[in-house]
């Protein structure tokens, strides 16, 4: 039996862009249907994206509505990436929960990750040995083969960061998730390690809230944002244990865009972050 249709988050955003061009012209769904010469039906399927919305689709409905040439050919041309296969689509099913591929494929697309951990290192600059280490400590218990599958897709996710067009990373963890000795003091000193390396990047700016910096915003509650080049507003995301919590309206990414805001001004500069880094992975024997 075929797996049902899971509209893809590139194809949900096409979905919700099409309702609000037909919005102010008055048209009702079934009169929109009519005009493009097809049924009411598929108007609701193709404004809730639960079937494929192909870039003919996005054309019709876009000379139908009197859409501006640029706004329609920006909306075509997504609809035509939106065709392509990314990367997350071929690993095993099991590496990625739906709600984390969901996440996945939004930061594939994004420009700027503002991401805050309380506990752990972030993954987009996590070492593989790291990521092992937490795979297996997650309960229930995953198979070597499961763990190796979530590793590799974790190393595919990273490239965004060193590739030719790298996404922004705006980095903070708290003191506590550099001294959780993960894997051993060998994975946790390579890790830290890696940090250092990483905040060279004009692209990342890595920050840690020391432990002495006394109650600070957001407190006990990591979170990211993601922020977008095309005028896609920013969307949030808090990682539960099993599942995640996606956050669009604005005025809840604002909550969140405020504290981040908070957590950079209590947070150490990106200078002193790595000095603090290298000395706690200095400090740790095999």
């Known amino acids: 039996m075929p797996d049902p249709y899971r509209p893809s988050i590139r194809l949900r955003r096409i ?3 099409l ?3 037909r919005v102010p012209t008055g048209l009702q769904s079934g009169e929109v249907a009519a005009k493009a010469g097809w049924s009411t039906a598929k108007q609701s399927r193709l404004e809730n994206a639960t079937q494929p919305i192909t870039p003919a689709d996005v054309m019709t409905l876009a000379l139908l509505y009197d859409i501006a040439e640029p706004v329609r050919d920006k909306v075509f041309r997504a609809t035509l990436a939106a065709q392509e296969r990314g990367w997350w689509e071929q690993i095993e099913k099991e590496a990625l929960a739906e709600d984390v591929l969901s996440y996945v494929e939004l930061e594939s697309e994004a420009s700027k990750v503002c991401v805050f951990k309380v506990d752990l290192i972030p993954g987009l600059l996590q070492t593989s040995e790291y990521a092992a280490a937490i795979s297996h400590a997650f309960l229930p218990a995953a198979s070597e083969e499961l763990v190796r599958h979530r590793v590799n897709a974790r190393m595919k996710r990273q490239t965004r960061v060193e590739d030719g067009h790298p996404v922004h990373v705006e980095a903070i963890v708290t003191e506590a998730a550099l001294r ?3 894997g051993g003091p060998g994975v946790m000193r390579r890790q830290l390690g890696r940090l250092v390396s990483l905040s060279s990047l004009p692209n990342i700016d890595l920050r840690v809230i020391a432990a002495n910096s006394g109650a600070y915003p957001a407190m006990g ?4 944002i993601l922020s977008f ?5 920013d969307v949030g995301y808090v990682e539960l244990v099993d599942k995640g919590v996606y956050l669009e309206a604005a005025e809840n990414v604002e909550t969140y865009t405020l504290n981040f805001a908070g957590l950079q001004e209590v947070a150490l500069s990106p200078v002193d972050s790595v000095e603090l880094i290298s000395t706690i992975g200095s400090s740790l024997e095999d």
């Open 180 to 182: 959780v000795i993960v």
């Open 15 to 17: 979905a919700r862009t």
């Open 229 to 233: 080049a095309s005028e896609e507003p």
């Open 221 to 224: 509650t990591p979170f990211s």
């Open 19 to 21: 309702r609000e061009w």
